[in-house]
């Protein structure tokens, strides 16, 4: 069964440090994706940056990065110089080639302190 | 470029009573699909599409019913309501419907039912 597994309920970081966000997921597929999203306080989910399981290197967007260990099954989020903005829920998620449907973790909420 | 729209934002219930929330895109997207969020959990899968006449069950269908009867609508139906319905909603869509496809999400409709 696929299962992703975010095992920070929360975290507070200082403004303009960097943060790494854990997931850990478990597949059978031999095709998936990985998926970041950042749900701020307004509510809306925002796609933030995407690792695929065949990408030789680790996926960049802007601050954001993904650092992918296929080995361990991991793909963390790690956002660089964090600002007050950042404040937000965090989810991973994942899709396989089996049956495409996006599985989550249950998410981090990440409060940045000035 | 609207994306995914909801409607509508907010909705309130009594027990037992009907309502179809909407959800339209205009990116052309084959796959749509209904999550709900409650507190401290992922999202969860409700119903999905990959294309119109073509739907299917995800992890927590009961109660709710879909259509897609065009490319661009997917109306999620909830049949009676109850307290247990009360949650965030969120449509979601891709293009195509594979593992490296991220979802675009509209901005969720919250749900009280009394």
């Known amino acids: 069964a696929q299962k992703i597994t975010q095992t920070q309920p929360g975290m507070f970081v200082q403004e303009k440090e960097a943060v790494t966000l854990d997931c850990t997921y478990d597949?059978?597929?031999?095709?998936?994706?990985l998926f970041w999203y950042k749900q701020p306080s307004s509510g809306e989910m925002i796609f933030l940056i995407y690792?695929?399981?065949?990408d030789e290197q680790n996926a960049t967007e802007g601050r954001y990065s993904l650092n992918f260990q296929k080995a361990r099954k991991s793909a963390n989020l790690v956002i660089s110089a964090s600002q007050l903005g950042d404040s937000a829920m965090y989810f991973c998620?994942?899709?396989?080639?089996?049956?495409?449907?996006?599985?989550w973790g249950a998410g981090t909420k990440l409060i940045i302190k000035p | 470029n609207a994306g995914v729209t909801q409607t509508p934002k907010f909705q309130v219930l009594k027990t037992g009573q009907s309502m179809t929330l909407q959800c339209a895109q205009d990116?052309?997207?084959?796959?749509m699909s209904w999550y709900r969020q409650d507190p401290g959990m992922g999202l969860r899968l409700i119903h999905y599409?990959?294309?119109?006449?073509?739907?299917d069950q995800g992890e927590v269908p009961n109660g709710y019913n879909v259509s897609r009867s065009t490319t661009e609508d997917f109306p999620l139906r909830l049949l009676s309501a109850a307290p247990s319905q009360t949650s965030v909603y969120f449509c979601?869509?891709?293009?195509?419907?594979?593992?490296?496809?991220?979802?675009?999400f509209g901005n969720g409709t919250r749900l009280t039912v009394t």
């Open positions: 597949t059978s597929d031999q095709s998936y994706g």
């Open positions: 599409s990959v294309g119109a006449g073509i739907t």
């Open positions: 979601a869509s891709s293009y195509p419907p594979e593992f490296n496809s991220p979802l675009h």
């Open positions: 690792q695929g399981s065949y």
């Open positions: 998620a994942m899709r396989g080639d089996s049956n495409y449907q996006l599985i």
């Open positions: 990116m052309n997207h084959e796959y």
